[in-house]
Antibody, heavy 120, light 110 residues
Framework: EVQLVESGGGLVKPGGSLRLSCAAS????????INWVRQAPGKGLEWVSS????????YYADSVKGRFTISRDNAKNSLYLQMNSLRAEDTAVYYC?????????????WGQGTLVTVSS | QSVLTQPPSVSAAPGQKVTISCSGS????????VSWYQQLPGTAPKLLIY???KRPSGIPDRFSGSKSGTSATLGITGLQTGDEADYYC???????????FGTGTRVAVL
């Protein structure tokens, strides 16, 4: 069974940093492109970042470019999101989601999400 | 601000059919596959349709997808109370080099 489990969320002050993790199991992690998607309270889905299977290709939404860094450790079946210079508008549930094929394709499995709250 | 536009809400009686539209442009829907996601209250999104009209295993054939030009449509037949959820379209935008989601549509079963 494919499982994605996010962790690392919490309360952080504006300007602060946080590192999210996503632990994968039930599939060959190193063969798949993985993504971060977020959802602000009461709002819609917003794609944040994507990383290809061997980290060769990385993409970011304009809203996080220069502040967030996506990375992965295939030996540990883990995905990460380093979030710096956090703003109130970054408050959201952050999901990791597997891409079915190429990075452009459907997000076929999702984790349960981890909540990040940016507030003083 | 999303580049894919959906109606905020649709509703119908149990057993009826609803359709949800997703309008985009040539840089996204027009030249890339569309997916649809269902998000039940308080849960993570779930893939319903991929590659415009394909259903993952376990998704009932009451759910269908289609695409024409720069628009896509999700259809739900035999509406059930368990279908009450938010539905999002999604696709890659080649100009933005970004995955984009629609604005979301809430389905209500009257």
């Amino acid at each position: 069974e494919v499982q994605l489990v996010e962790s690392g969320g919490g309360l952080v002050k504006p300007g602060g940093s946080l590192r999210l993790s996503c632990a994968a199991s039930g599939f060959t992690f190193s063969s798949y492109n993985i993504n971060w998607v977020r959802q602000a309270p009461g709002k819609g889905l917003e794609w944040v970042s994507s990383i290809s299977s061997r980290s060769s290709y990385i993409y970011y939404a304009d809203s996080v470019k220069g502040r967030f860094t996506i990375s992965r450790d295939n030996a540990k079946n883990s995905l990460y999101l380093q979030m710096n210079s956090l703003r109130a508008e970054d408050t959201a549930v952050y999901y990791c989601a597997r891409a079915k094929g190429d990075v452009e394709t459907a997000r076929d499995y999702w984790g349960q999400g981890t909540l990040v709250t940016v507030s003083s | 601000q999303s580049v894919l536009t959906q109606p905020p809400s649709v509703s119908a009686a149990p057993g009826q059919k609803v359709t949800i539209s997703c309008s985009g442009s040539s840089s996204n829907i027009g030249n890339n596959y569309v997916s649809w996601y269902q998000q039940l209250p308080g849960t993570a999104p779930k893939l319903l349709i991929y590659d415009n009209n394909k259903r993952p295993s376990g998704i009932p054939d009451r759910f269908s997808g289609s695409k024409s030009g720069t628009s896509a449509t999700l259809g739900i037949t035999g509406l059930q109370t368990g279908d009450e959820a938010d539905y999002y379209c999604g696709t890659w935008d080649s100009s933005l080099s970004a995955y984009v989601f629609g604005t979301g549509t809430r389905v209500a079963v009257l």
